[in-house]
T-cell receptor
Framework: EDQVTQSPEALRLQEGESSSLNCSYTVSGLRGLFWYRQDPGKGPEFLFTLYSAGEEKEKERLKATLTKKESFLHITAPKPEDSATYLC??????????FGAGTRLTVKP | DVKVTQSSRYLVKRTGEKVFLECVQDMDHENMFWYRQDPGLGLRLIYFSYDVKMKEKGDIPEGYSVSREKKERFSLILESASTNQTSMYLCASNGYTDTQYFGPGTRLTVL
């Protein structure tokens, strides 16, 4: 069965303390891997799409990487405004996007 | 920028009521989606529409129906609301790419 698992469920960091979030997937025929950011009470906001193993994408303090079994979201020198829930999702077809349960990140000043 | 709007941010209904959630996108996207989001379960697809009047069931369609009479508008209908339908409902759309753009969500409470 297709599955997307994110770890850890929650992560607390001090401002400036770099870390990584993990997204492991067992999705046959993967077409793409997505990362979204979701603030409390709001809809997910698109961050990155990765299509092939070895691909990397960066945006400000965030860098997403992809292997054949997992993706990482690396956060370098995080700030309190990076606090949010980060969701990953794997897509096989247009109407088949599987989401993980998310990692809730808190960055303390 | 893609904009997806949802008719209500918060909604409180009684068990047995008929509930309408509306979603509008302004990017002429072909595809629109309704998800529900519950703690620890992630987003689960309720229904998907790939064109006007066309729809496909997602993973959890029971208790829901949808309507797409115009390309920009996709409605989710709870025919007879139940307490287990208390959730956050998210609408999304996409066009020529796989990237789905989400609305702000509607937090529905059924009493």
């Amino acid at each position: 069965e297709d599955q997307v698992t994110q770890s850890p469920e929650a992560l607390r960091l001090q401002e400036g303390e770099s870390s990584s979030l993990n997204c492991s997937y067992t999705v046959s025929g993967l077409r793409g891997l997505f990362w979204y950011r979701q603030d409390p009470g709001k809809g997910p906001e698109f961050l990155f799409t990765l299509y092939s193993a070895g691909e990397e994408k960066e945006k400000e303090r965030l860098k997403a990487t992809l292997t054949k079994k997992e993706s990482f979201l690396h956060i370098t020198a995080p700030k309190p405004e990076d606090s949010a829930t980060y969701l990953c999702a794997a897509i096989r077809t247009t109407n088949d996007m599987r989401f993980g349960a998310g990692t809730r990140l808190t960055v303390k000043p | 920028d893609v904009k997806v709007t949802q008719s209500s941010r918060y909604l409180v209904k009684r068990t047995g009521e008929k509930v309408f959630l509306e979603c509008v996108q302004d990017m002429d996207h072909e595809n629109m989606f309704w998800y529900r989001q519950d703690p620890g379960l992630g987003l689960r697809l309720i229904y998907f529409s790939y064109d006007v009047k066309m729809k496909e069931k997602g993973d959890i369609p029971e208790g829901y129906s949808v309507s797409r009479e115009k390309k920009e508008r996709f409605s989710l209908i709870l025919e007879s609301a139940s307490t287990n339908q208390t959730s956050m409902y998210l609408c999304a759309s996409n066009g020529y790419t796989d990237t789905q753009y989400f609305g702000p969500g509607t937090r529905l409470t059924v009493l």
